[in-house]
């Protein structure tokens, strides 16, 4: 059997990711609506890329990969341009999965990369608002798979869309299942969050260590999230290889759901290669002779004003001030800035 990732220009130009195995059909569904969420509110859409890849795996993969991409680089993929797309990859890391990079053709070969992205489960969630607040955990750190076992009042929940705060991508993908043992079965390493003993004996591992396994393991991984009210039971517990868990306050136990998700999920993004906040180039340090103006400029007004007094003082005085004056690592703009605030305090002018 060929499984499809697949891309599809909106009508408001934004681009949306899927997989199936029958492309013809899933396209035509989301063409005429058929498709709950976000293609339902932005028709007409077309299919402007896809892949073919040997399992559903692979193409579930690629359709992560590239979902974090830039507009820019999907746009590049659309056209086939390569050379644009490497060129992007360089200047900046791309926001989503670098670690889960599947089975996608570069220069006409296949490249392999291990360690796919973690996949959320919530073992019988009872509150919409409260899955919808675990979806936007995780796409603010990269993870977009998530699992639903048997959730209290069905779904999809209306209540989870607004609580997502647009991350629909996740809610519109999230696959319910009956058991935990179904919704863990393709995983080869599931790790169960808890705060409390549940009498089974496990290794217990920290979110940062668990995080680090799952970028060094091959095979797929999933974290399990128990119920808001109780949390996982010990059956629940037993399916796990190992217990994660978190140093907390002894008489106050209690984290919320979406809590304990980004917990997992920041741990797991900061080995992902997810982008940073923009840095502010705060320019080169100023040079010593411009340091050196304007502390004798601050000097001259201070021997003017009587500041260095008693006169036996003023050489600790000057001291100190060099000191301060000389610790921000000023730049050029902000020491010519001062200078400008310097003289106008000693010759004022009435405006």
């Not at 489960?121 to 048997?150: C, D, H, W, Y």
């Not at 009210?229 to 979406?258: H, M, Q, W, Y």
Request: aromatic fraction near 8%; include cysteine; charged fraction near 25%.
């Amino acid at each position: 059997m060929t499984f499809h990732a697949y891309m599809l220009r909106c009508s408001d130009g934004s681009y949306y990711l899927g997989h199936t195995d029958n492309l013809e059909y899933r396209v035509a569904q989301h063409q005429a609506g058929e498709v709950e969420g976000y293609t339902q509110k932005r028709r007409p859409v077309s299919l402007v890329w896809q892949q073919d890849f040997g399992t559903r795996n692979e193409a579930l993969s690629a359709e992560q990969q590239i979902k974090g991409w830039s507009r820019k680089k999907k746009e590049a993929l659309i056209a086939g341009d390569w050379n644009e797309i490497r060129l992007l990859a360089r200047k900046s890391f791309d926001t989503g999965l670098r670690q889960a990079q599947p089975l996608l053709r570069t220069n006409g070969t296949m490249e392999q990369v291990q360690s796919p992205s973690p996949v959320i489960v919530l073992v019988r969630p009872q509150l919409g608002e409260n899955i919808g607040k675990a979806a936007r955990a995780m796409l603010n750190f990269g993870l977009t798979e998530m699992r639903l076992v048997s959730p209290r009042d069905g779904w999809p929940n209306p209540d989870a869309g607004p609580s997502a705060a647009g991350a629909d991508v996740v809610l519109d993908k999230a696959k319910v299942f009956e058991t935990l043992a179904d919704a863990v079965s393709d995983c080869a390493h599931v790790y169960a969050t808890t705060v409390r003993k549940r009498g089974v004996t496990k290794p217990v591992v920290t979110p940062e260590e668990a995080a680090r396994e799952i970028h060094e393991a091959a095979g797929r991984s999933a974290y399990v999230f128990g119920p808001e009210r109780s949390g996982l039971e010990t059956e629940d517990v037993a399916l796990a290889r190992k217990i994660l868990t978190v140093p907390i306050n002894p008489e106050f136990g209690s984290l919320n759901l979406a809590q304990a998700v980004i917990l997992c999920a920041y741990e797991w993004s900061k080995q992902a290669g997810l982008e940073q906040p923009t840095v502010v180039d705060l320019g080169e340090p100023a040079p010593q002779a411009e340091l050196e103006g304007m502390i004798d400029q601050f000097e001259t007004l201070l021997e003017g004003a009587g500041y260095f007094f008693p006169p036996d003082r003023a050489p600790a005085t000057k001291r100190t001030l060099r000191n301060l004056l000389t610790k921000p690592g000023w730049n050029h703009l902000e020491v010519r800035t001062l200078r400008g605030v310097l003289s106008a305090l000693g010759n004022p002018r009435a405006r």
